[in-house]
């Protein structure tokens, strides 16, 4: 599969903070629930972006410590609540994606 973010597969990605990292994850995460009902493709494509920046902060070998399971836990939720009929709460994973950009703008 072709990289949707070829520069940060490069490498750049691994550069970010955890922070960093999950505040970008966030907003694809936005952007997928904007289109989820309004146009199919758009919400396919934000979602191919978010898998694919999870999938990059899955595999920094920075996070193969107790945040591992979190991380994958994380995509397992999203992709229950995106694309399947399980519900946990969109506010709960907003909530949770805010307060990680939060913290990225204040350490910059």
Not at 30 to 49: C, I, P, S, V, Y
Not at 83 to 92: F, L, Q, S
């Amino acid at each position: 599969m072709q990289n949707l973010h070829p520069s940060l597969a490069d490498g750049r990605w691994f550069t970010m903070s955890l922070a960093e990292q999950l505040g970008n994850v966030g907003s694809e995460y936005e952007r997928a629930l904007r289109w989820k009902q309004r146009d199919e493709t758009h919400f396919q494509n934000a979602l191919d972006r978010l898998l694919e920046l999870l999938d990059l902060t899955i595999s920094d070998r920075r996070w193969r410590n107790h945040r591992l399971k979190e991380l994958v836990r994380l995509r397992e939720v999203i992709c229950e609540e995106l694309c399947g009929d399980k519900r946990w709460g969109e506010a709960d994973l907003r909530n949770y994606f805010l307060y990680f950009g939060l913290l990225a703008r204040s350490d910059k």
